[in-house]
């Protein structure tokens, strides 16, 4: 009986389960921490940098932020902000602006003409949405490096750490009684050498790279920033990623087919940045004025993934589920929520709602490039109906007459079950529960049988008083 009573329960149980949220980390646009100088807003920096997409995977986001900047020149004044003047020479620049004005004794009072290594990294950390009591905000090395310390997330350089994607390189001058004299971010390492890109080096951004025995590196800081495994990237360019690139030199030519030799298009400046769809051979696809196009990927250095967006369509059912990202031609998990709706069993997703077929299930791997949604797929709950959730005035006439018109002597064995109506006393019918039992046990035994019902009706006959 307590079998029973839990099959019969199920269905309502699934009825009022509570839809739990799902909080992944998801793709957003890039958003300012502070006003812009309008002279940076009209630069090739700041259209690379607002057309940046963040994956949430803050060491992958800040070596982005900081790659969309790549070539920015310091000025000689305020009229600089836009980082092309190739000859500047006095550290005028966009990013000393979020700190403020300061005096730093180099001639140029108080003003945003000062060393700018540290307001670089500070600058590219708080565009990614680094929280400052995980990385700390200085635009001085030594007050950085003093601090990273005292947050225990310091490793100097003998001491056996190996970086990691998105940590800060602090150096040293030799002859500097200085803990540091400049500061930079890591790429990522391969071998024995450290990829880093560095503001104020060579008076703009750039690349550089170092053996991680070079005596002029000083230490790290390791901050402990929001991972998302699926959107992390490897910027060491062994892996064939499609996504967005930045170009690293001057002159780099687009070309009709994949070869230094095919036909030139067009040339790309340094820090114009382009969409690769595929590599094959050392050579990114892209698309010039609608047609094919190829470009070496020998002259580029990763911004970010393309990514695709995971949307959910409950379809009818209850609450929702958040969107989820994933890189081009990645794998990415679907939720393992499983969606509610009053009456239905949820079967599973489907990329159109009208399908009656289950393309996914929860936790499927997916692998698809590009935005899609996809929509819950239902199956109708239907449940054997119970006496006992009659009205108590219909429970008083009430008989199983007929079963079913393909078994053989249907009628005889309707009649036997009379004897089960005749054995129950007054007292019982008058509060249902034999009769409900009864009618059940009935059911749930002809079930057990394997006997097809394909016809049940209810005959109603006076009880005896």
Request: net charge negative; aromatic share 12%.
């Amino acid at each position: 009986m307590k079998r029973r009573k839990l099959c019969r329960g199920l269905g309502f149980c699934m009825m009022i389960l509570l839809m739990l949220t799902l909080l992944p980390l998801t793709a957003v646009a890039v958003q300012a921490t502070y006003s812009f100088s309008s002279l940076y807003k009209q630069s090739i920096y700041y259209s690379n940098f607002s057309d940046l997409v963040l994956t949430g995977d803050q060491a992958t986001d800040v070596i982005s932020v900081a790659t969309t900047q790549l070539g920015y020149h310091e000025g000689n004044s305020d009229s600089d902000f836009a980082g092309s003047n190739l000859y500047g020479t006095k550290n005028f620049v966009e990013y000393n602006r979020l700190y403020g004005m300061l005096d730093n004794n180099e001639g140029n009072g108080v003003s945003y003409g000062y060393y700018w290594c540290a307001s670089f990294v500070n600058w590219c950390l708080r565009q990614t949405g680094v929280d400052e009591d995980i990385s700390g905000s200085f635009v001085s090395c030594m007050s950085w490096v003093d601090w990273s310390i005292d947050h225990s997330i310091y490793k100097a350089r003998n001491s056996g750490y190996t970086p990691v994607t998105g940590d800060l390189i602090f150096f040293k001058d030799a002859d500097s009684t200085r803990v540091a004299t400049h500061v930079g971010l890591v790429r990522y390492v391969e071998g024995n050498t450290v990829y880093t890109i560095e503001g104020n080096s060579a008076g703009a951004v750039n690349m550089r790279s170092y053996s991680l025995d070079d005596t002029y590196i000083a230490g790290y800081a390791t901050p402990s920033y929001e991972k998302s495994t699926q959107l992390s990237l490897d910027f060491s360019g062994n892996t064939d990623i499609a996504g967005y690139y930045i170009v690293s030199v001057d002159g780099a030519n687009v070309r009709q087919g994949a070869d230094v030799s095919s036909t030139a298009l067009t040339y790309l400046s340094k820090g114009n940045t382009v969409e690769i769809d595929r590599i094959e051979n050392g050579w990114g696809h892209c698309t010039y004025n609608g047609t094919d196009a190829w470009i070496s990927m020998s002259v580029l250095y990763l911004i970010g993934g393309k990514i695709s967006t995971v949307n959910y369509d409950m379809n009818g059912g209850e609450g929702e589920i958040e969107s989820q990202t994933k890189m081009y031609n990645e794998i990415c998990y679907l939720s393992d929520i499983t969606p509610v709706r009053q009456g239905y069993d949820f079967i599973g997703w489907s990329e159109a709602a009208n399908n009656t077929t289950t393309q996914y299930i929860e936790s499927s791997q997916y692998v698809k490039n590009g935005d899609t949604t996809l929509y819950a797929l239902w199956e109708e709950i239907v449940l054997i109906p119970q006496l006992s959730e009659l009205p108590e005035s219909l429970i008083d006439e009430a008989l199983v007459e007929n079963v079913s018109e393909n078994q053989g002597n249907q009628g005889a064995q309707s009649k036997d079950t009379g004897n089960v109506i005749d054995d129950i006393t007054p007292e019982e019918l008058d509060t249902g529960k034999k009769l409900s039992t009864a009618a059940s046990d009935i059911i749930t035994a002809l079930m057990l049988i394997s006997m097809p019902i394909t016809s049940m009706t209810f005959a109603f006959i006076k009880h005896r008083k």
